[in-house]
């Protein structure tokens, strides 16, 4: 397996990285178990949650599998804070207070003394990124981050970002996490240069397009009964459009025409998409993790990347998988 640079960290990550969503719901422990396990086996080796996910339950979850394996050497784990944690004004946000207290909740979850990547899972417009840089590079300082980052960010914010860790001597940000997949390919037009230019990865959430890509869906209004669009509503409805729809039936068909399963090329594109590090896969089960494996050491062809193009040219979005960021306003589809 070609093992990719996390930025312009030495820190070397699989290609594909496994996301811990859906452990705890709807994901059981002994599943989620056998993913990591899985996993580790076929040589990923980045493991993402956050701390919000499933009310902190995904992070006690993998603390609890990862201690029982004694794997945690091969692990590179990364979690997230920002959202709210508990009902206080400072439970929430990126502010010195809520980060280094989260962050501590964090380690004692996951059972480890150090997370190896946390990220600042949205932005703040009322906290100086200043005071957000300064924690983190507390955290780093102490031993109990390696590397930082951000997710589903502004350009402008990440950039902003960049220059207060160079003038001020602050850790700086190794990877942006945004949603990417060929629904919503905006972060194309400056997201993606950016980090180019400057050296940061990119870890792509939902490459999937949350299963609109594998012809999960036939119509916007009667989603499956196990869905996140149906169990979850809301942003996750949202996703869900005829237009997408109608994309995803089309890429279904293209996938099967070179005899691949519609998640794997959908994985693929991600994977071998300028500045990519590692798209974020979250399987419900390991024989969804099982499916996705063998991407890891595809390539994908100029025919193939090509007749993508056709279906959703670049930097063009159908879908707006942007619809938790709070900034991206433009409609879609």
């Known amino acids: 397996m070609e093992y990719r640079l996390l930025g312009r960290t030495g820190l070397r990550v699989a290609p594909i990285a496994i996301g811990a969503m859906n452990f705890a719901n709807p994901t059981p422990e002994d599943e989620a178990s056998r993913i990591i396990a899985s996993a580790l086996d076929a040589g990923l080796n980045l493991l993402d949650t956050a701390n919000i996910y499933n009310a902190g339950e995904s992070e006690a979850m993998i603390g609890r599998i990862v201690a029982a394996t004694g794997r945690r050497q091969e692990l590179i784990l990364a979690t997230k804070a920002h959202y709210p944690t508990g009902p ?192 974020i896969f979250g399987p419900r089960s390991l024989d969804q993790l099982q499916t996705i494996l063998p991407v890891a050491e595809m390539q994908l062809s100029d025919e193939l990347r090509q007749a993508c193009d056709a279906l959703v040219p670049p930097g063009s979005a159908v879908v707006n998988f942007h619809n938790t960021s709070g900034w991206m306003r433009m409609r879609v589809g």
């Open 88 to 279: 206080g004004p400072n439970d929430r946000g990126n502010s010195r207070r809520h980060i280094l207290r989260a962050c501590e909740d964090s380690l004692r979850r996951l059972q480890t003394d150090y997370i190896d990547l946390y990220q600042i899972h949205r932005p703040d417009p009322s906290t100086p990124v200043e005071e957000t840089l300064g924690a983190l590079s507390d955290l780093v300082r102490q031993g109990k981050v390696r590397y930082i980052g951000c997710s589903t960010h502004p350009a402008w914010r990440v950039m902003e970002a960049l220059m207060v860790s160079e003038l001020r001597g602050l850790a700086r940000y190794a990877s942006e996490q945004p949603p990417y997949n060929l629904l919503d390919r905006r972060i194309e037009n400056e997201l993606v240069p950016l980090c180019q230019a400057h050296g940061l990865a990119i870890l792509p959430w939902s490459p999937l397009a949350q299963g609109v890509l594998i012809g999960r869906y036939r119509d916007a209004t009667l989603p499956p009964a196990d869905s996140r669009a149906a169990l979850r509503g809301g942003i996750y409805a949202e996703r869900v459009t005829a237009a997408g729809i109608e994309v995803g039936q089309r890429f279904v068909s293209l996938a099967q025409a070179y005899g691949m399963e519609p998640a794997q090329l959908a994985l693929l594109w991600v994977k071998d998409q300028p500045a990519v590090t590692a798209p």
